[in-house]
């Protein structure tokens, strides 16, 4: 079965530090990776995509792919206490369309 | 980016009765929309797959004639859970495809459904 992995956390950090989100993903194939956030009760929004190895910065996040290694990584810097959220690893699934999410990291960030 | 509007964001329901949930695209045509649920704390996991003009593809486990799907236009999808029972309630939420190159997808704001 596809799977995509993330630390439930809480991951806590101050206010003004960097945030480092972690997700590996078992399908060797996938080509499209995505970081979701959402906020309680709320449904989910795109914070970045990436689809080659290396880094992509878009202001305050920057996602790192390593595709050898399985591996997608999300990058918060200057962390405000408004980034306080769960993060979701979302991965393409070669067998459908759809997206398969990982279970999600929460993020607490501390004033 | 795109916009997909979700009705009911709430919806509380006694037991055995069944409850519609609406998904449409409102600036742009989809002809494919997912349906996911999200149970308390636990991550989206999808449903079924919804085709305009065509019957939803439904994940394994998922019930197909508790969980109608119908894509009749390719700006609407509507969800109807049938003969809901408390274990149905979740957080349904729709999405559409924003580009089919890339995957990427738009989320409606979710259905919170309560069953009595």
């Known amino acids: 079965q596809k799977e995509v992995e993330q630390n439930s956390g809480p991951l806590s950090v101050p206010e003004g530090a960097i945030a480092s989100l972690n997700c590996t993903y078992s399908d060797r194939v996938s080509q499209s990776f995505f970081w979701y956030r959402q906020y309680s009760g709320k449904s989910p929004e795109l914070i970045m995509s990436?689809?080659?190895?290396g880094d992509k910065e878009d202001g305050r996040f920057t996602a790192q792919l390593n595709k050898a290694s399985q591996y997608v990584s999300l990058l918060i810097r200057d962390s405000q206490p408004s980034d306080s959220a769960t993060y979701l690893c979302?991965?393409?699934?070669?067998?459908?369309?759809?997206?398969?999410f990982g279970s999600g990291t929460r993020l607490q960030v501390q004033p | 980016g795109a916009v997909v509007s979700q009705h009911p964001s709430r919806v509380i329901c006694k037991s055995g009765t069944s409850v519609k949930i609406e998904c449409r695209s409102l600036?742009?045509?989809?002809?494919?929309m997912f349906w996911y649920r999200q149970f308390p704390k636990q991550s989206l996991m999808l449903m079924a797959t919804?085709?305009?003009?065509?019957?939803?593809?439904?994940e394994q486990g998922v019930e197909k004639d508790k969980f109608l799907i119908n894509h009749a236009s390719l700006t609407l999808s509507t969800l109807t859970v049938t003969s809901a029972h408390p274990e149905d309630s979740s957080f349904y939420i729709c999405?559409?495809?924003?580009?089919?190159?890339?995957?990427?997808?738009?989320f409606g704001e979710g259905s919170r459904l309560t069953v009595l």
């Open positions: 979302a991965v393409t699934d070669t067998g459908r369309r759809a997206l398969t």
């Open positions: 999405s559409a495809e924003g580009d089919r190159n890339t995957g990427e997808l738009f």
């Open positions: 990436i689809y080659s190895n």
């Open positions: 600036d742009f045509q989809a002809t494919t």
């Open positions: 919804s085709n305009e003009g065509s019957k939803a593809t439904y």
